[in-house]
């Protein structure tokens, strides 16, 4: 593969029109690199309100599982740590 094949930028190749050359200005790589966000950008597809309370819910029960499975992971290795060392934890005088 040459190095020209290699340095076409995606945003360049959906316009249909040739990668720039690699040893740009300063000010020009930064307007390169504006137009490819700005391209990116107008790809994002926002959700609808049906698909997004969809997925707040998945990240709320998924957040909820998690919640449970460490507490009882707590509650375990410090029933754990009490058995192996004795005494009831932080209330011993």
């Not at 094949?5 to 504006?34: C, H, W």
């Not at 391209?39 to 309370?53: F, N, Q």
């Not at 029960?61 to 934890?89: E, P, Y």
Request: aromatic share 8%; hydrophobic share 50%; glycine share 8%.
């Amino acid at each position: 593969m040459s190095e020209d094949q290699v340095t076409e930028t995606a945003a360049s190749s959906s316009k249909g029109r040739p990668a720039k050359k690699a040893d740009s200005g300063f000010f020009a790589r930064i307007a390169l690199f504006v137009r490819q966000v700005i391209g990116e950008l107008k790809k994002v597809v926002a959700p609808t309100r049906k698909e997004l309370i969809n997925y707040t819910l998945v990240v709320l029960v998924f957040v909820a599982i998690m919640m449970l499975i460490v507490t009882l992971l707590d509650l375990a290795f410090g029933t754990g740590v009490s058995w192996v060392f004795g005494g009831s934890g932080a209330t011993d005088s």
